[in-house]
């Protein structure tokens, strides 16, 4: 392939956009190279464009097409795998300042938003609705709609209410060519053609821009309980977990903590915890009134009768946010300990003890320390391996800790990533989750609708 | 291209499959020829395949791929699309004998199962565990979950727990070139490259065969309470169900009949319903205890505000039963009256009363019966035109009326298929739903996917 004229693409975006959606000063332009995952490649990009509105995204994604340059779709960056990581001399398109909440339809129960409103403030807006857009990942409040929806996050309360592609009714998507393409439909049913959103979730950006979605929202919850819990042996606490799915009763909320977690947020937020305590998990039932007490209950004698050191009920909401806030902290709190590398495996939820245990073992062995910390209902760690990254040997064995990690959540039977995707970081396992067909299935997709191969490319697969 | 070569091919499958998974008798053939629904053209196939295991399938698609043979894959012809129905010279490939459920996984709630066996088996073997499959078509005695797969079928309580594909965790799949993709995961969360299961979904059999699927189970429902209420004017009642969903309360399920509905099913079921009733509604919860009460009260005085005439609790699960066994029968006993086409439009729920009322408008202007049932909950009802097929006047209006209620659909906001799929019947008017650009990347998919087009060809898109 020839290389493309990016000077004469850069004249057309100058000609087409208007001034205040074009960045291409390297200087502005360096805080769009890279989102939060470390040690993943990132490029200068000709340009940033930061769309207003869908007409600047499908100008911009034009122009790329004609001139055959690499398109790199951004939210706003808050991702963890590099999926958003600027490729030299490519066009970044980011959609953070399309941060409009359109519409709320109370009558069907819906929302329809841009894809750089920031996840809690969704789920605020709607809240003043009294309605309810459960998926909540930990960054909540610097992760935007449009990351969620192309990495299909996930969130504390997923154990009760799934994760975003759950919510997905209908999408506007910017194609490889600029077209604009309508999918899905404002009815909580149908079956009319295949379903092309579900198939941009979770792409990571390699099938199209999201310029705005349409989301299912639920009626306003309960007003949660909260329940801690201690244990001198993670291994229990893993297994009162396993216990707990079993036992039938859905928690909204069902988080696991290990030492090196509660360690570091006790430093934090002054949390009280003893300095024996080996893991915590926090549940919640957000069922309200008796059911929510009964939840709760089970949950405690659950609890206790896998050794818990102490259970306590939060009395009021603010203990209880309190502890909510230490555990969303946890990763951004590690970052104070060293280096990071946040991992994201998932495994059947009977398998969190081998987890736990065979994480253990590989921090023994790699003389490393990994804090563990994950939706434990959802059986979704974020084990993070930290390190001293101006030390190489301790980089190499951080690296392979990281890989050891993914390999031991594929062995019991899990995924390489739950909810962060795939991105540059984990290119490589993911054929080892989902083998040679599958790929090529995938590609076949991509091929199909990306033909030139500008919409993120190198992302998810290996160029 | 040139005609296939079909006696080699018939040799072939003779040759690798074992005679009684092969059917080439035209009179054992002929039962395999169509589904349930009306009016669409059928065909002979050159063979049927009775696929006992997912190697056979894949030996018979290979074989197929090798001299470009049409392939109509089949659960157990229940559809009402005619997305099942055979091709001239086609190999149909059914699975209805693969019909066994694999395996039960209590502790990560999943089931793994072939795609022959029926809804209401499925369900009936996982509820020994304690467990729930919830999707429950009307036709759950006689359809299959492979058929259920391809359709996203939904069903009575999708209302409160959505469809076949929010259950769908992983799938085996037979690709048109007769190789065996394992697509998904048996995690509750993932995101490791695109999600091809879901695409499989409602794809009706036109991107590949699917042999085996994990679903995800939720723990048993507690015993509901069911609710029924008349009207003497379904305009009130249809305004009651929106009312119904906008509160927040969510029933586990919320149906509507009409008028000339439940005089069909009263004089099959004797349920005493009253000649002046216009329409019913039937609820229910399975909250259980207290909750459960305290929602089949909100909902009882909702339907008396909306004045009904008369709001019955079921004081029995004999009474409860009747009531829902009425519902489920009620697309069969239509067919007493006459020839049917059943509908299946889904709008958004605050439009039932402009859907209800603009289908009185089309059966008065056709001079036709419509009845009118479906699952108010979800905005999903199927208009049936019941009319005298050996008048040919008649049966021009009534195929004239079957359009034009799915055109109402679409100008309210809705779609042509809410949960029976496009198949024969409904291609023409897909592309008014979904436009033309979506139109031609599920074109390219189909392309990607199915190279040569062998896999239900005509069916969703015309060829």
């Not at 297994?239 to 977690?261: C, H, N, Q, W, Y």
């Not at 300990?337 to 245990?357: F, Q, W």
């Amino acid at each position: 392939m020839n290389e493309p004229d990016r000077s004469a693409a850069l004249a057309a975006l100058r000609q087409t956009l208007p001034d205040r959606s074009l960045l291409t000063d390297p200087d502005l332009m360096e805080s769009y190279r890279i989102d939060r995952a470390m040690f993943c490649e990132s490029g200068m990009p000709l340009a940033v464009v930061r769309a207003r509105e869908t007409a600047e995204v499908s100008a911009a994604m034009k122009i790329a097409h004609e001139f055959r340059i690499p398109v790199v779709p951004q939210g706003v960056r808050s991702g963890l795998a590099g999926a958003a990581n600027a490729i030299d001399g490519c066009i970044v398109i980011t959609v953070e300042a399309m941060d409009e909440v359109l519409h709320i339809d109370e009558a069907n129960r819906y929302v329809v938003t841009q894809p750089g409103v920031l996840n809690a403030n969704l789920a605020r807006t709607v809240a003043e609705h009294d309605l309810f857009y459960p998926p909540d990942p930990s960054s909540k409040e610097f992760c935007s709609i449009g990351g969620n929806l192309s990495t299909n996050s996930g969130g504390l309360c997923c154990v009760k209410y799934g994760v975003t592609t759950d919510y997905v009714l209908a999408l506007e998507v910017v194609l490889a060519d600029g077209q604009v393409l309508r999918t899905g439909r404002t009815t909580v049913k149908g079956v009319a053609g295949y379903d092309l959103a579900r198939l941009f979730v979770g792409a990571e950006g390699t099938l199209g821009i999201i310029t705005e979605a349409t989301l299912r929202l639920r009626a306003a919850a309960e007003k949660p309980r909260t329940l801690a819990a201690t244990f001198t042996d993670a291994n229990q606490a893993a297994s009162a977990v396993s216990t707990i799915v079993k036992s039938g009763v859905v928690p909204s909320l069902l988080e696991f903590m290990d030492r090196t977690s509660v360690k570091v947020v006790n430093d934090e937020f002054q949390l009280g915890f003893d300095e024996t305590v080996d893991a915590v998990i926090l549940a919640q039932s957000d069922s309200g009134g008796a059911p929510g007490d009964a939840e709760i209950e089970e949950i405690a004698r659950i609890l206790r009768d896998a050794d818990a050191t102490d259970v306590i009920i939060a009395d009021s909401a603010q203990e209880a946010d309190a502890l909510l806030a230490a555990r969303r902290e946890v990763l951004t709190a590690f970052e104070t300990l060293g280096t990071t590398m946040v991992d994201d495996v998932c495994v059947p939820r009977n398998r969190l003890a081998d987890l736990i245990d065979g994480i253990a073992k590989i921090a023994v062995d790699k003389d490393l320390t990994i804090g563990v910390v994950g939706h434990a209902g959802d059986g979704n760690f974020h084990p993070t391996v930290v390190f001293d990254n101006s030390d190489d040997d301790e980089s190499r064995r951080a690296h392979e800790a990281f890989d050891e990690v993914m390999m031991l959540g594929l062995q019991l039977g899990g995924t390489i990533t739950g909810e962060h995707g795939v991105g540059l970081l984990k290119r490589g396992p993911l054929e080892s989750e989902v083998g040679e067909l599958s790929l090529s299935i995938q590609r076949a997709i991509k091929q199909a609708i990306d033909p030139d191969g500008i919409l993120n490319p190198g992302k998810v697969f290996d160029r």
